[in-house]
């Protein structure tokens, strides 16, 4: 009898390491090379990946840039960038439209683990729990007293949330229950449903909502039109007890500014879970009071990463199969 007609399996490229359910479910269906060394790829090591696969598993650590899509033209194999994560901000979706390679993300599995992080941003910063469990360590706290660390409760506070999607919506939902009001800035209103089920106020003018609220997080994607977003004049509009919660991307706000005005006393703290040029962070974030750093945890839950490489498996086998991935980013192709 003739061999049945067996299809071959992609060369899949993963950059970093991914949970270990995940690895090995890819290297059951695909030819899989996996970083077991874990360190992120130069931008020459991207570029020979891109020569060599069919599928790249990208993470938000890879610059992958146009270079790297003029290097898998050279070859033209590489037809599917499948990023592990939500944002695509790293990636040159024009080079990849002209490479003609699809790219699919990983959204919807992340708003719950993202906005439990930002709520407890916004708990830790006003009632100063950074600096208390820092006392502790130290051996410096020296028994209680009425006056000894005291911070701000946010129950009655103004929240006001820029970028108003998935995450934006579940931080209003928890919001609620600690007895925040909820306003937001949105390129687009909510149904007025949708308002009146978050009991949110929507401002179409961002620099008037940032002058009347007490507390503000970043929920919005970083673009070119959200680059520093954040700055020395928004800064300025602010309260003198406002707090800045930025679990987005650390570009959307001016770092330099934001240190200035931490230090001037301009606003009242920041809970920082990203950074404009992470892994480096600015020296005096290190060093200001009312600022709590994270190391770009918020979506770090085992379910999470669990949840993110299905959706990656996905989105490659429904395009191994020839049809349109799920998760797709860009139109134009199938």
């Known amino acids: 009898m003739p061999a049945p007609n067996v299809r071959p399996r992609p060369k899949v490229i993963v950059t970093r390491r991914l949970p270990q359910a995940v690895e090995a479910r890819m290297a059951e269906l695909f030819d899989v090379e996996l970083n ?23 993470t938000v650590t890879d610059e992958v840039d146009a270079a ?5 033209s050279e070859t033209g194999k590489l037809k599917l960038l499948a990023n592990f994560g939500v944002g695509v901000d790293h990636i040159d979706l024009g080079a990849a439209r002209a490479a003609k390679v699809v790219v699919t993300n990983t959204p919807g599995v992340l708003t719950d683990d993202t906005a439990d992080m930002v709520m407890a941003l916004i708990l830790s910063v006003p009632r100063r729990l950074a600096e208390g469990e820092k006392l502790v360590r130290a051996g410096e706290w020296h028994g209680w007293s009425p006056t000894g660390m005291l911070g701000h409760r946010i129950t009655g506070k103004r929240l006001g949330i820029i970028g108003m999607g998935r995450i934006g919506r579940a931080i209003a939902t928890r919001a609620r229950g600690f007895g ?20 949110a106020t929507w401002w179409d003018n961002l620099d008037a909502m940032l002058a009347r609220v007490d ?6 994607p970083h673009t070119p039109e959200t680059h520093h977003l954040i700055g020395a004049r928004q800064f300025a509009l602010m309260q003198r007890q406002a707090y800045i919660i930025n679990a987005a991307r650390g570009e959307i706000v001016d770092e330099n500014a934001l240190c200035e ?19 480096a962070i600015d ?3 290190m060093e200001l009071p009312g600022v709590v750093l994270i190391p770009h945890m918020g ?32 139109e134009g192709w199938a």
């Not at 874990?38 to 020569?51: C, G, K, V």
């Not at 909820?182 to 390129?187: A, S």
């Open 36 to 58: 077991l060394g874990d360190e992120p790829m130069t931008q020459e090591q991207l570029a020979d990946a891109a020569r060599r696969s069919d599928v790249l598993v990208a």
């Open 68 to 72: 790297v899509f003029s290097a898998a």
């Open 180 to 199: 925040l009001t909820v306003h937001y800035h949105n390129r687009h209103r909510l149904p007025p449903e949708v308002e009146a089920e978050l009991e």
């Open 215 to 220: 507390i503000i997080t970043i929920n919005c």
């Open 261 to 279: 005005a931490l230090a001037a006393g301009k606003i009242a703290g920041a809970g920082l879970d990203v950074f404009e040029n992470e892994p």
């Open 283 to 285: 020296q005096r974030l």
């Open 299 to 330: 979506s770090a839950t085992f379910e999470g990463r669990q949840a993110m490489g299905e959706k990656v498996i996905a989105n490659i086998r429904v395009w191994v199969d020839g049809h349109r991935p799920p998760d797709q980013v860009l």
